[in-house]
Every structure is written in structure tokens, then in C-alpha cells.
């Protein structure tokens, strides 16, 4: 048995188990018998177990250098160190639809645990049914256009290696493997959200739903910070996010999923919303699914762009597939769910929905924005590039206007706002001015002055709600306010997760406003032993010295910093500037050095070097400030989640449960 | 809005395949290699204009061949190439004109760029996209080579490498 043969009959395993999944319960929804339900859910288990040894066989081929698969060909060299051989499987475009179809098993079948709990046998054959479709895409796509496993004739002795932007940090085992698993994650809303309007069951699905998409919005939040970190230390421009399509289309998907979290939760609690929400869910997975287009079809010019293959026309039927079901759907059970009464805007309902629009807005403009170039050309012909300076122009409103709600709709109470909302809003108001004028006082642009006034305004709505709540918990109960504070965040978890995932977002959108103004730059180049006096910082070139690595090559030019002013505090330290040569590439890999402090972030970079004699060496140093906030918020943000989701025996949403009295 | 939601959704699948079925652009050539280069005059940026007067671009008769290059200060590939530009004008710049052409971009972050990178071959601003209609470039950073005959002889799409400006400018040699 070689792993190239393992691994394709393991696929087509797969594909079968997939088809004959989404047979058993199309049966059980048509026949509504529980044997085909049973039988469908046993079949989710045998799916996972085959797509995952397909994914071993991939791995197996990989760490044993086995070149007669094209897959290990193409993307692998057997000088490659254990872990990027490791994370070779999702380095190019086959091998990640396995790792894609892979997760999609797994999370089928942890929804086929849930049936006969909260999914009841109304909605669980066609959840199900939901799912094994999604999965029967992804393993048709590889096993008719996109084989993982095709075979090389006459293997080669060695392989061609894989992608050195890709080997060049160990991010590349983290980033790709979170994002999959948040747009993996949406298929399950959509599935319960396609279940419920089969159903015609509007209320039930919305609480486990908004669970799910909770679990899938994590992972889709840890992967944008994470890939923005990622570029920021290794692409060498000193900065996180480029408005590229690519992260576009992670955008897009988190946009719509947040505003699901907000309007769910008023679904929850008064039964309003059901049709946005629908809405919502399903442009979120198909947005996952355009996203995935995007990458894998070469529509649109990306950095991230994948090899283009035939897969993209299969990727765009399975979108427009996607979003006729969900919207036809949709369009079919309008009339049920029409909303009962009217939203009042000032109330906690209204400040989610107007929340939730936002974040519809924000999504819609990205997409607008993203297939810009694609409409220009299609009615005149020419070509045209959306850059940053449109989504920089139109977020910075965006976000200044989702900040202001942030604070304040959390304070708002259900149904109608009271007297006392005032005066905490008062109290918030204040300390948005207060941080505004700090911050020209210091001399700061308007636009940063307005993010410390914001980041202020939240802070203290956070501080406002927890504080009122723990003196009425004290005076209540008699009990000190550090043990009513822990009962309440022990017992309202949703509520002080939520304030945790905001204070991140304020403090993300500060350190943003700060990186993105601050940003200072300069370029020399030094001989051997010259001193460069630069803002704050006195930079000395200590030499030039190469190195040979097992899968490169590599120039180092180590140099010693010291900081001369405030400009430059905590850059002190001697640091090893490279440029890594691939043999796939024809030019140099800068990897930069970073210098991480609290306050200012020091980033050198090696751009080039005297080839023939070892003289000289060009270096730049980008320094920006607050940058480090910005992975902190991210922390903040996911920890938020995490807090939120952390199973606490009692809370488990075994049922339909109770909302909660707190939120 | 719901209601038409077939439409929506066939108006987005036809702009998708209608892209898919799209010549990819780095595998054919531009329709432009081989034929005349379109003229244009383009206000240059403030650094360039004791030198070069306020306008400049590419005119029926060319004193040298030129390197057309559109650059923006938010591409990324456009930062480690103009470095290489800069020293490749200092060398030959009696031979060969090269010159910026900024799109999609910010005129004040544009001059910061150029200080940054000290750049000294000019730039021309174009605000309404002009030239991307007229040469019908892709991206950023892409390169139009342009013979003293003003016939473009080839059209580079992304970053540029020392070993292809060599090329390029042994083909606009005479």
C-alpha cells in the first residue's frame, strides 16, 4: 500500500460516505423515519474517519518524500524541516480543499451528537442533509478536478519545495488552519438555518445557531489577527492589512456573522428579527464560500491567489447554489415571518439592529469595493484597482459610528430607554471629550484624539454597567462588591464576555488609529561599522555574514541599535537582520526584525546588500507606535469568546434553554 | 429586495463567469504589446516639476525610450521595487526615462513615498485613472517598455527584478 493509493481510495471512500449520508437523510426528512436518521448519522462518523485518513495518506506522502504524488512533487522537498513538511497539506490548492473537506466531516458530526438533543428530528435530517451536501462539493471538487493524489509517471528525485512565503514563518501551521475552521464553522448556521425554514420551526434554532456561529466567529476572529500579525512580520512593509481581496473575503464573512450575534440575541428575547437573521446567516457561509472563489479562481489579482485551476468554476456553482437555497428559501417563508410588532430605536433591540445594519453595511461596501474592478472592466473595458484609499476612506466613519453604539447599546435597556440611560450616557460623553482633548492637548491629529475619546467613551460604559450591577448585587445581598463582581461573572457570562469582546474592539480600533497615523520610515544604506542617526534611535552596522540552511540560504546583517530619546525608548539591543534565498525564488525574502515594547514598535529590515564584496548594506527601519495593542486586543477579543462559550455545567444548551434574566 | 432575489443572485453569477472566462492577464499579452503607445500629458508630482516642467507623459516623439511605471504608495511589491527603479535611473538614466505614473492614491501619501525612498526619476499624478484606461493596466506595480518609436514592447505585470530591467533594456536598446 503506498500513501498515494491510501489516500485516493480513503477520498472516494469519503465521497461515497458523503452521497449516501445526504441520501439517508433526504429519506428521513421525506419518509420522517428515525432509522434513516440513525443510519445518516452513523455515516457522518465513517466520513470523518475517511476524509481523515485521506488527510494522514497526505501527510504520510509528504513526511516520507514520496515524489510519485504530484501533490509532494509540486509542494514539497525533502530538505524541508519537519514542521513546514507538516504544513505542507494546506500550502497549495489541492491539498487545502482536503484539509477544508476535513473539518467539514468533523463538524458534521459533531452536529449528528447534537441530534435528538437540542436538534430535534423536525430539523435534524435536514440540517444533516445540509451538511452531507457541502461536504459532497468539496469531495467531488477533489476527487474530479482538483486530485490530491494524482500520480507522477516518472517521480523526480527531489521535489520542487514549497512556497517560501510560506515556510518563512511558523504562522503558516496556525493562520490557514483557524480560518478553515471559522469558514468551516458558518456551514453549520447555514445547515440549521436551511433546517429551520424546511421546518417552518422560526424560534427554535436560533439559540444552539447562535452558539455555533459564536464557535465559528472565534476562529474567524483568531484568524484575521493572526494573519495580520503574519503579514506584518514577514511581509516587510510594517504593516497588518492591505485591504487585499483576499482578506477582504475574511472580512466579509466576520462582518455578516457579527451582526447575526446582535440581532440573534434579540430573537432570543423578543422573537423579532427572524428574517434578518436568516438573512444574515445565509450570506455569511455563501460569503465563506465567495471568498474561497476568490482565492482558488483568479477572478480578481491577490497576493493570496492560489495556482488558478478549473476549480473555480465548481466553486462559483456551488456560491450560487449556496445562495439560492438559502435565499429561495427565505423568499418562501417571508410571509410566516413577517415581524409582529415595530422596532423602537431607543432600546436595546434598536441599537442591535441598527448595530447589526452596520455591520450589513460595512460587509456590503467591502464586497461592492472588492468586485469594483471586475464591473468597470465588464462595462467599459477598463481596468481598474479598488486600493486602500476607498476602504480606508469609508471604514474610518464605519468604525467611528460603530464605536459610539458599542458603549452606549449595551446601557440601553429592552424595549424603552429610561431616565437613567442619560445620565450614564452623559458620563460616557464626557469621557469621550475628555480623552479628545488629552489627546490634542498632547498634540495628537484630530482622528487619533477621536479614537482616545472613543476608546474612553467605552471603558467607562464597560465600567458603568459592571459597576451598577455589582452595587445592587451588594446592597441586595449584603455581600462585598468583590464577591457580588465574581458572582456575576461567574453567572453572567454572555454579559461579560461581551464586555470583554468590546473593550478589545475599542482598544484594537485605538491601536489602529495610532499605527496607522504614526508610521514613520526611513531607508540608508550603511558600509561596515557606519553609525545612522535616526529619529530616537543610533544604528550601527556590525557586518555582513552569510549563511547556509538546510532549505535556504541566507545573508545576515546583525546590527546594534541604542536609543538616543524618547523617540527610540526600548529599542536598545543588537538584532540579526536577513534576507533569505529560496531556490524557487528569484529574488531575496526579507525577513524582518521586530522589536516589540508597549510603546513603539521597532522593525528593521535588510532590503540589500554589497553581493560582491560585503561592504555595504541597505537597511530600513520602520517604527510605529502601538502596534503591539493591536495582537493584545485580538487576545482580548478571543479570550472574550472563549469565556463566553466555556461550557459551565448548568448553562450547557442540552435544551431550548431559558434566556437568561441577565441579558 | 427579497423578492427578486433570483435576479441578484444571476446578476452576481453572471459578473463571476463572465470574469472566470476572462484571458488571464499574465499568460496573453497585452493588447497593446506590439502596437503604437497611447499619448497622455500628466501634471508631475511637485519634486519633479523645476525639472521637468509641470507636465509630462508620453508624446508623439520620444527623445528615449521609456519605462512606464504604475505605482501607488499603498502597494506592498511597489516598496521593495522602487529601491531597484531608483538605482537602475541613476545608472541609466541617458539611455532611458523613467517614468512614475501614481494611481489610486492620495497625492500627499504619494510625495511621502517618494521622499521615503528618494526617489529621483519623476512622476506624473494621474487622480482620474486615465491611464488605466488607455493602457489598461492590470494592477500595481506594472511596467509598460516603450521604444524611442514609441511602440510598446512589452508589459511587465508586478514586481520587477535587476536581471528583467537588464533585459528590457537591452530590448530598447538601438
Redesign the interface.
Known amino acids: 500500500m503506498t500513501p498515494g493509493l491510501l489516500g485516493g481510495i480513503a477520498l472516494a471512500g469519503a465521497l461515497v460516505l458523503s452521497l449516501l449520508g445526504l441520501a439517508l437523510a433526504v429519506l428521513a426528512h421525506t419518509l420522517r423515519d428515525g432509522r434513516y436518521l440513525e443510519a445518516a448519522r452513523r455515516t457522518s462518523l465513517l466520513s470523518l474517519v475517511a476524509a481523515a485518513t485521506s488527510f494522514g495518506a497526505l501527510e504520510w506522502a509528504i513526511l516520507t518524500d514520496d515524489f510519485s504524488v504530484a501533490y509532494v512533487a509540486n509542494h514539497s522537498a525533502s530538505v524541508n524541516p519537519l514542521w513546514v513538511k507538516l504544513v505542507t497539506p494546506w500550502a497549495a490548492l489541492e491539498g487545502s480543499i482536503l484539509l477544508w473537506a476535513l473539518l467539514q466531516t468533523l463538524y458534521t458530526w459533531l452536529v449528528s451528537l447534537r441530534v435528538g438533543r437540542s436538534l430535534d428530528f423536525w430539523r435534524a435530517p435536514s440540517a444533516l442533509a445540509t451538511l452531507f451536501l457541502v461536504q459532497v462539493f468539496f469531495f467531488a471538487v477533489m476527487v474530479f478536478v482538483a486530485h490530491p493524489f494524482d500520480r507522477v509517471p516518472n517521480p523526480p528525485a527531489e521535489g520542487l519545495g514549497t512556497n517560501p512565503l510560506l515556510q518563512n514563518h511558523w504562522m503558516m501551521a496556525v493562520h490557514p488552519v483557524l480560518m478553515y475552521l471559522g469558514f468551516v464553522g458558518l456551514s453549520v448556521p447555514f445547515a440549521y438555518a436551511v433546517a429551520a425554514m424546511l421546518a417552518r420551526r422560526y424560534q427554535s434554532w436560533i439559540h444552539e445557531t447562535r452558539w455555533w456561529t459564536l464557535v465559528a466567529w472565534g476562529f474567524l476572529t483568531a484568524a484575521i489577527f493572526t494573519g495580520k500579525w503574519w503579514s506584518y512580520e514577514i511581509?516587510?512593509?510594517g504593516?497588518y492589512w492591505?485591504w487585499d481581496p483576499v482578506e477582504n473575503a475574511s472580512l466579509i464573512p466576520w462582518l455578516l456573522a457579527t451582526a447575526f450575534l446582535h440581532t440573534a440575541q434579540v430573537q432570543e428575547r423578543k422573537g423579532l428579527f427572524k428574517?434578518w437573521n436568516f438573512?444574515f446567516i445565509t450570506l455569511a457561509f455563501a460569503a465563506t464560500v465567495f471568498g474561497t472563489?476568490l482565492t482558488r479562481?483568479?477572478?480578481?489579482?491577490s497576493?493570496h491567489a492560489f495556482a488558478?485551476g478549473p476549480v473555480?468554476?465548481w466553486f462559483?456553482a456551488f456560491?450560487?447554489g449556496v445562495?439560492?437555497l438559502g435565499?429561495?428559501l427565505?423568499?418562501r417563508v417571508?410571509g410566516d415571518i413577517r415581524e409582529a410588532g415595530e422596532v423602537r430605536w431607543k432600546s436595546r433591540e434598536g441599537a442591535l439592529l441598527a448595530g447589526a445594519l452596520f455591520f450589513g453595511t460595512f460587509a456590503f461596501v467591502v464586497v461592492v469595493g472588492t468586485?469594483w474592478p471586475?464591473?468597470v472592466?465588464?462595462l467599459?473595458?477598463?481596468?481598474?484597482?479598488?486600493?486602500?484609499?476607498?476602504f480606508n476612506q469609508v471604514s474610518a466613519p464605519l468604525g467611528v459610528f460603530m464605536l459610539l453604539l458599542m458603549g452606549i447599546g449595551p446601557l440601553l435597556p429592552w424595549r424603552q430607554a429610561r431616565e437613567e440611560v442619560l445620565k450614564n450616557l452623559a458620563a460616557m460623553l464626557t469621557a469621550l471629550g475628555v480623552g479628545m482633548l488629552i489627546g490634542l492637548g498632547l498634540g495628537l491629529s484630530l482622528g487619533v484624539s477621536l479614537a482616545i475619546g472613543l476608546f474612553a467613551y467605552n471603558l467607562t460604559a464597560v465600567v458603568l454597567m459592571v459597576a451598577q450591577g455589582v452595587k445592587e448585587r451588594s446592597r441586595a445581598l449584603g455581600i462585598p462588591p468583590s464577591q457580588a463582581l465574581l458572582d456575576l461573572a461567574a453567572s453572567h457570562r454572555r454579559r461579560f464576555g461581551s464586555h470583554i469582546v468590546h473593550l478589545g474592539v475599542a482598544l484594537a480600533a485605538l491601536s489602529i488609529a495610532f499605527s496607522q497615523t504614526y508610521r514613520y520610515?526611513?531607508?540608508k544604506t550603511l558600509q561596515i561599522g557606519e553609525v545612522w542617526q535616526t529619529r530616537g534611535l543610533e544604528v550601527r552596522l556590525l557586518g555582513l555574514t552569510a549563511r547556509e540552511e538546510a532549505n535556504r540560504f541566507a545573508a545576515l546583517a546583525p546590527i546594534q541599535v541604542r536609543a538616543t530619546s524618547r523617540d527610540g525608548w526600548g529599542a536598545d539591543g543588537r538584532y540579526e537582520t536577513r534576507l533569505n534565498f529560496y531556490p524557487q525564488m528569484?529574488?531575496p525574502l526579507?525577513t524582518p526584525v521586530v522589536r516589540y515594547t508597549l510603546y513603539n514598535d521597532y522593525y528593521f529590515v535588510l532590503?540589500?546588500f554589497d553581493q560582491e564584496r560585503g561592504q555595504w548594506a541597505?537597511l530600513k527601519i520602520i517604527v510605529t507606535p502601538m502596534v503591539l495593542w493591536l495582537w493584545v486586543a485580538g487576545a482580548l477579543i478571543v479570550l472574550g469568546t472563549v469565556y463566553i462559550l466555556w461550557p459551565s455545567g448548568a448553562r450547557l444548551p442540552n435544551r431550548q434553554a431559558v434566556p437568561s434574566a441577565s441579558d | 429586495m427579497?423578492?427578486f432575489?433570483?435576479v441578484?443572485?444571476l446578476l452576481?453569477?453572471g459578473?463571476?463567469?463572465?470574469?472566470?472566462q476572462?484571458p488571464?492577464?499574465e499568460v496573453l499579452g497585452s493588447v497593446r504589446v506590439g502596437r503604437p503607445a497611447p499619448t497622455f500629458s500628466l501634471p508631475v508630482l511637485a519634486p519633479y516639476r523645476d525639472r521637468f516642467g509641470p507636465e509630462l507623459g508620453v508624446g508623439e516623439t520620444l527623445e528615449k525610450p521609456v519605462f512606464l511605471n504604475i505605482w501607488?504608495s499603498?502597494?506592498?511589491p511597489c516598496?521593495?521595487e522602487a529601491?531597484l527603479l531608483e538605482s537602475f535611473y541613476r545608472r541609466y538614466q541617458d539611455q532611458v526615462l523613467v517614468l512614475g505614473v501614481n494611481?489610486?492614491?492620495?497625492e500627499e501619501?504619494a510625495l511621502k513615498f517618494i521622499a521615503?525612498?528618494g526617489l529621483s526619476f519623476p512622476s506624473v499624478y494621474d487622480a482620474r485613472?486615465r491611464i488605466?484606461?488607455e493602457y489598461?493596466?492590470?494592477?500595481?506595480p506594472e511596467t509598460f517598455i516603450i521604444s524611442k518609436e514609441r511602440k510598446v514592447l512589452a508589459r511587465h505585470i508586478g514586481?520587477l527584478?535587476e536581471?528583467k530591467l537588464q533585459e528590457y533594456l537591452q530590448q530598447v536598446r538601438p
Open positions: 511581509l516587510g512593509w504593516g492591505a428574517g438573512a472563489f479562481s483568479g477572478v480578481i489579482q497576493v488558478s473555480g468554476a462559483l456560491l450560487l445562495l439560492a435565499l429561495g427565505l423568499a417571508f468586485l471586475l464591473v472592466e465588464l467599459s473595458g477598463a481596468k481598474v484597482s479598488v486600493g486602500a484609499p476607498f520610515t526611513e531607508q528569484s529574488s526579507a532590503m540589500q541597505t | 427579497l423578492r432575489w433570483p441578484w443572485v452576481l453569477g459578473l463571476l463567469f463572465w470574469g472566470l476572462r488571464d492577464p501607488a499603498w502597494c506592498i516598496r521593495t529601491p494611481v489610486q492614491d492620495r501619501e521615503q525612498y485613472g488605466g484606461i489598461g493596466y492590470t494592477g500595481v514586481e527584478s536581471s
